[in-house]
């Protein structure tokens, strides 16, 4: 497939974050961000924030039941 070249400018922020995780990933910039077009575009990435989101709702209890007790034993001190 022929490749066409794209510009687009960002923060120097956002093209850092983009650098290391598309090096965490083990692909260039262009092939990471083609990724994240394509996943955006098919709607998986919003299937997955909803899956996440509904995976959060149903466990949120478990959750903050971990999270009172790491902070109960946090005020536990010994004698």
């Known amino acids: ?3 066409t ?3 687009a400018r960002v923060d120097e922020d956002v093209a850092e974050i983009a650098r290391k995780r598309a090096a965490d990933l083990g692909l260039s910039i262009g092939d990471y961000l083609a990724r994240l077009v394509q996943d955006d ?3 998986l990435r919003a299937r997955s924030v909803d899956a996440a989101a509904r ?3 149903e466990h949120q ?4 039941e971990a999270e009172e007790a790491q902070q109960a034993s946090r005020g536990v001190r010994a004698a």
């Open 5 to 7: 070249q794209l510009g």
């Open 61 to 64: 209890g478990v959750f903050d």
């Open 41 to 43: 575009a098919s709607g």
């Open 1 to 3: 497939m022929a490749k």
């Open 55 to 57: 995976f959060l709702a």
